[in-house]
């Protein structure tokens, strides 16, 4: 076997010896934005289990093969591509300022081996198609704006913004692409596109085919320039990752436009305008962070700003969000080279979205919601953000009324509901179905100051509950608190304090802080549902 250069590699090797195989990057505890005490960061890893595929494990395979140890071979290769590149493992490695970059390493590893022909047989025909066609699916590029169809002669064919509408938009996410359009003309925003658009070649650095890209970048960059464009706005994080951040570093200067995702141009484009957005109905929706909009350009609010635009709507967050999402799979080139994994990753990806409650998945990529919509098989409904704002696009309200600010008081009962929402740990041990009324009193007079459900809706260590507003019929519990008592019950850190606390309030209340439980159900039933675990813990049995 010939004598490999890692000389791109190199450029990193400080970093894979400052690498103290701590694992964090594959397992770690506390993380801020996740509810969980800990944390699995490496959606490929969760996937397929073994240590090679994390990132510390990918930093040991490099060294060996830098020191000789480890030779390449298919194996090896196929390895060096299983990477998403998401990124999550820098969110929580502690070993130099802004964590270990994999990512970056994973693709100076993935040059290397391009560069001396070691090749994966199913990119050589993608590659071939982005010559050939100026798209990475082999179809016609005659028929990349045919999705269009007469609106192409409305869209001038100058005009200082363009929308660069890019390959999975064009052929397989074509919704993305007319409803950005849509949205665009409906908010008067003067816009061309590329009559001659191609692939902006974000597959090929992904691969490590950087000369390839190089030049479609000098291509694109070359008409936008000729065309006077000042702003390029994208739907695909991919593209603009591509622009913003490959094409200054592989062309060596800059583009002379400004990029914006649309979200963001969105985010700022209405924010002095009065444009309303109304759903059709009332729905629960959460929202995925396409990695490379997220951790690698570090966009988080703006798509958030734009959901919360939406009237009728409300935002759910899911377990792992912001830096800390969890990938779609489908990023890196994971997706063309191991469809399978690219799915089973979507497929935990889409279980922590349903775990919201919520009946819409945003994302703001067309190549996430590709994947995500693959591995749904219909459980969810998976939506970009352009098309949301689309379909609920209202119209500019031309005469506003004075905002009325509304100061609503946070109530005990209002803070009690929230913090059961967070520890649904004290319905631990109950069975699916379980009913709780609670009435939160005002302690003097004894008159109901809120009176809502708790309803469980999955078992386990962190029982799924649904708690709404009013009383349930036929519950199996009945709780009364009065205010003081739930004042004091939501400063409890753990479920054997609060459980403490309840006892000691329903059997020794003071004057205030009292609790009263009416049974429903006979007590051999209520055992029999999971309910003496809690009783037990409290004393009250
Ligand atoms: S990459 Fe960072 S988090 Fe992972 S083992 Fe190395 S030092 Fe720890
Ligand atoms: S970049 Fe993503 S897929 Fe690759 S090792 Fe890090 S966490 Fe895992």
């Given at each position: 076997m010939a004598k490999v250069e890692f000389s791109n590699v190199k450029k990193f090797e400080e970093f894979l010896y400052l690498c103290?195989?701590?694992?964090d990057c594959s397992l770690a505890v506390k993380?801020?934005?996740?509810?969980?005490?800990?944390?699995?960061?490496c959606a490929v890893k969760n996937v397929?289990?073994?240590?090679?595929?994390?990132a510390r494990g990918r930093i040991i395979i490099i060294k060996n093969l830098l020191n000789g140890k480890l030779e390449v071979n298919d194996e090896i290769l196929e390895w060096a591509y299983t990477?998403?590149?998401?990124?999550?493992?820098r969110e929580t490695c502690l070993a130099v300022e802004g964590g270990i970059d994999t990512p970056s390493i994973m693709e100076a590893l993935r040059r290397d081996l391009v560069s001396q022909g070691f090749r994966i047989e199913k990119h050589l025909s993608i590659l071939e198609n982005i010559k050939?066609?100026?798209?990475?699916?082999?179809?016609?590029?005659?028929?990349?704006?045919?999705?269009l169809g007469n609106e192409l002669s409305n869209?001038?064919?100058?005009?200082?913004i363009a929308y660069f509408i890019g390959c999975t938009s064009s052929y397989r996410t074509k919704e993305i692409a007319l409803a950005a359009v849509k949205l665009l003309k409906q908010l008067g925003v003067e816009f061309t596109v590329l009559r001659d658009e191609t692939c902006c070649g974000s597959i090929l650095l992904r691969y490590g085919y950087v000369d390839e890209a190089r030049s479609q970048a000098e291509r694109l960059v070359k008409r936008f320039n000729e065309m006077g464009v000042k702003t390029v706005i994208f739907t695909c994080p991919g593209c603009y990752r591509t622009f913003k951040k490959d094409y200054p570093e592989i062309?060596?200067?800059?583009?002379g436009f400004e990029t914006l995702h649309l979200v963001e141009f969105l985010d700022n484009y209405l924010k002095d305008k009065n444009v309303a957005f109304e759903a059709r109905k009332s729905e629960v929706v959460t929202y995925h962070d396409p990695c490379h909009l997220g951790?690698?350009?570090?966009?988080?609010e703006a798509p958030r700003n734009i959901i919360r635009l939406v009237n009728g709507l409300t935002l759910v967050e899911m377990e792992t969000i912001k830096n800390f999402a969890h990938c779609c799979g489908a990023g890196g080139g994971v997706k063309s080279t191991f469809p399978d994994l690219a799915l089973k990753v979507a497929k935990d990806r889409i279980s922590e979205a349903l775990e919201t409650g919520a009946k819409i998945l945003l994302s703001a990529c067309p190549f996430c919601k590709l994947n995500l919509k693959q591995a749904a098989n219909n459980g969810i409904r998976i939506l970009d953000v352009a098309e949301l704002l689309a379909e609920t696009y209202v119209g500019e309200v031309v005469e506003v009324a004075p905002k009325v600010v509304e100061v609503v008081e946070v109530t005990p009962g209002m803070k009690l509901m929230d913090y059961l929402n967070e520890h649904v740990?004290?319905?631990?041990?109950l069975r699916v179905g379980c009913k709780f009324n609670y009435e939160i009193v005002d302690?003097?007079?004894?008159?109901?100051?809120l009176k809502f459900y708790v309803t469980v809706l999955e078992s386990g260590e962190r029982p799924k509950i649904k708690i709404s507003k009013g009383v349930a019929d036929n519950p199996d519990v009945t709780i009364i608190i009065s205010e003081p008592a739930a004042e004091k019950l939501v400063?409890?850190?753990?479920r054997s304090e609060y459980a403490e606390l309840f006892g000691n309030f329903f059997n020794e209340p003071t004057d205030e802080e009292y609790i009263d439980v009416i049974l429903h159900r006979s007590t051999k039933e209520l055992m029999k549902m999971g309910y003496g675990e809690f009783a037990r813990e409290a004393g009250l049995i």
């Open positions: 103290g195989k701590c694992g993380i801020a934005t996740s509810k969980s005490p800990l944390s699995h960061p397929l289990g073994y240590e090679a595929y994390d990477c998403t590149t998401c990124g999550a493992c050939k066609l100026d798209n990475p699916y082999g179809e016609p590029k005659e028929e990349r704006l045919s999705f869209i001038p064919e100058k005009a200082e062309l060596g200067r800059e583009l951790r690698h350009l570090n966009v988080y740990e004290i319905f631990k041990g302690w003097k007079t004894q008159e109901p100051k400063e409890c850190k753990e």
